[in-house]
């Protein structure tokens, strides 16, 4: 072996021993790990590199939360037609939404639309036969309707449910003033007052009918 030969087995034999060295010492590059954030929103880069500075991406809402912003911001504007449009766009996602139902009933009240207000309220009753709101209101749809028979029954259904609700028993006063049955309708308006003074409908409807019976 000539000296040169030896000269190059020397040196291999450092590289190789640097080498191995380097790859068992845990110091080396690795391919596929990227930087594990402490914690769930820590940010990269700062001032230094702000070019390579992450934040929490921001969470877009959900179709149905934009819906609901829109027919929210419509019966704030006393819009109802625009509100409904949004709300049915909602009932069709969800049909059994509570909170779109609630809302339905109310635009279609306020449109007029009984048959419809009917049919929203009747869906309520289906998911939860024990909402004494849901009676009220299918019971003044009703009596729009003319359907006075049903809707008394639903009147009184409601009073069971929570007889400690003063517009309970002012609601099914109107109906029977509406009706003609004064009498009646006093015991209610008398109901309704006692439970909730600040009512002062059926106040002045108490004094209105209260002198009318005498």
Known sequence: MTFFQLI???????IFRLFFKQLFSGNHPKRGVDFEAKVADEQLG??????KTFSTPTVEPTRMEELFAMADEALEKEDF???KKALGSALILEPDNIDALQKMGY??????LYAEAKEVYEKLLSLDPQDDMAHALLANALHKL???SKAEIHHKKAI???????PHYFNYANTLYDLGRNKEALEGYKKA????DSIEEAKEMIEKLGATDE
């Open 8 to 14: 190059l087995l020397i040196a291999s034999a450092l």
């Open 46 to 51: 700062g001032i230094n590199r702000p070019d």
């Open 81 to 83: 037609a625009e509100a």
């Open 107 to 112: 635009v279609a009240m306020q449109l007029e």
């Open 146 to 148: 003319g359907e006075e």
């Open 160 to 166: 069971e449910l929570d007889n400690s609700y003063a």
């Open 193 to 196: 007052y006692a439970l909730d």
